[in-house]
């Protein structure tokens, strides 16, 4: 079984900066794009950042500058630094990533974490 587990969410002060994390865990062969979605209330799911599995990054608009994607690939695990937090900024992050399971049993298909609540008030 393949499962996403985020950490690092929490309340801050505008102009403030959080750390997210995202470690993939199981039997798996290999992991290719993984990224960050926001979710805010009333709103659809969002990809705010992703990465490939050879470095090369994406972000929208509203975010550059302020988050940096990065990715260990020896311990499966994707990262969100978020500077200069905005109020706007505020939802659930959700984790993603591409990945082929171990053993032939499951598809190459795309796996969500269970979300990270990312609060930015003063």
């Known amino acids: 079984q393949v499962q996403l587990v985020e950490s690092g969410g929490g309340l801050v002060q505008p102009g403030g900066s959080l750390r997210l994390s995202c470690a993939a865990s199981?039997?798996?062969?290999?992991?290719?794009?993984m990224g960050w979605y926001r979710q805010a209330p009333g709103n659809q799911r969002e990809l705010v950042t992703d990465?490939?599995?050879?470095?090369?990054?994406n972000y929208v608009d509203s975010v550059k500058g302020r988050f940096t994607i990065s990715r260990d690939n020896a311990q499966n695990t994707v990262y969100l630094q978020m500077n200069s937090l905005k109020p706007e900024d505020t939802g659930v992050f959700y984790c993603y990533a591409d990945i082929l399971p171990l053993g032939g049993t499951y598809s190459r298909h795309g796996y969500w974490g269970q979300g990270t609540q990312v609060t930015v008030s003063s």
């Open positions: 990465i490939t599995s050879g470095g090369s990054t």
């Open positions: 199981g039997t798996i062969a290999n992991i290719y794009t």
